[in-house]
């Protein structure tokens, strides 16, 4: 608990900080240390649990380090792709944690989770892609954010559709065939 606490207010501290101006090589160097300290204590904590409770910890600790490393090097070199970095590392992070929370279910339950996760995953990729289009200045700005906005919606949709699909799968007969069709209705599919 100390330890996420330790990363949230690193993490704030960086944005903070990011607004303001960017790092020193050596304050740059100095939190790297810190986070990867943060890391190797979280990572020593885990080791006193077992079988999934110890993964899940893990790739708590994991995704952590990830987003904070990510969250410091947009803070030493700031800019839209290093601001993308840190909402793919932040979707990556909780991604991997979800996996490791479906591994503690079965059958079509697991399914469903882990189909949850990876649209969950797609969603939070694409809005980092929207946000990054937004951010770049170019000369067809109006473009590229149409563009980048639409192949958002689409990667959204189909994520979204494969989830409901998945949700489809524990019914049988009618029911199934009514589930399948409404997502096919309901996410534009054919």
Do not use: W
Request: a positive charge; glycine letters at 4%.
């Amino acid at each position: 608990m100390k330890s996420k606490l330790i990363m949230l207010t690193l993490a704030a501290s960086c944005v903070f900080a990011g607004n303001a101006m960017a790092l020193t090589k050596q304050e740059y160097k100095a939190q790297k240390d810190h986070v990867e300290a943060d890391y190797k204590a979280s990572r020593e904590k885990c080791a006193t649990l077992s079988a999934n409770a110890k993964d899940i910890c893990q790739a708590e600790a994991k995704g952590a380090e990830k987003v904070a490393k990510a969250e410091l090097e947009a803070q030493y070199k700031p800019g839209p792709r290093q601001d993308q970095k840190v909402l793919d590392a932040k979707a990556d992070a909780a991604y991997e944690l979800a996996k490791e929370k479906c591994d503690d279910m079965a059958g079509n339950t697991k399914d469903v989770c882990m189909k949850d996760a990876k649209a969950a995953r797609t969603s939070a990729k694409a809005d980092a892609k929207v946000s990054r289009a937004s951010a770049d200045a170019n000369k067809d700005k109006a473009g590229a954010m149409a563009d980048a906005k639409k192949d958002a919606a689409s990667d959204k949709n189909d994520a979204q559709y494969k989830a409901a699909k998945e949700r489809c799968d524990a019914m049988s007969g009618n029911a199934k065939d009514a589930c399948q069709n409404d997502a096919k209705a309901k996410f534009g599919m054919k």
